[in-house]
Nanobody, 120 residues
Framework: QVQLVESGGGLVHPGGSLGLSCAAS????????MAWYRQAPGKQRELVAS???????NYADSVKGRFTISRDNAKNTVYLQMNSLKPEDMAVYYC??????????????WGQGTQVTVSS
């Protein structure tokens, strides 16, 4: 079994910064990619940023230049640094990861989510 645990959410003023982390634990053989998603009330869950084991990074257009995803392979942890936060960034942020022995059969695991509130 694999568990993903997010931390770092909270309340921040518009224009402020917040950092999230997501640690994977359990029976980890390979982590092929990890990603951050978010879901605002009444909206679908959307991809925020992803990073592969090789370091290839992808961002949603709405966060480019403001958010930075990174990972520490030794700690099986992915981070999301969020700067210049806007009210529309407010959502529950989830991390996920494709983790397993072989890529074709590796499940995608999800964390429980952490709330990010952007408000003055």
């Amino acid at each position: 079994q694999v568990q993903l645990v997010e931390s770092g959410g909270g309340l921040v003023h518009p224009g402020g910064s917040l950092g999230l982390s997501c640690a994977a634990s359990g029976s980890i053989v390979n982590i092929y990619f990890m990603a951050w998603y978010r879901q605002a009330p009444g909206k679908q869950r959307e991809l925020v940023a992803s990073i592969t084991s090789g370091g290839r990074i992808n961002y949603a257009d709405s966060v480019k230049g403001r958010f930075t995803i990174s990972r520490d392979n030794a700690k099986n942890t992915v981070y999301l640094q969020m700067n210049s936060l806007k009210p529309e960034d407010m959502a529950v942020y989830y991390c996920n990861g494709k983790i397993g022995q072989r890529y074709s059969a590796a499940p995608i695991y999800w964390g429980q989510g952490t709330q990010v509130t952007v408000s003055s």
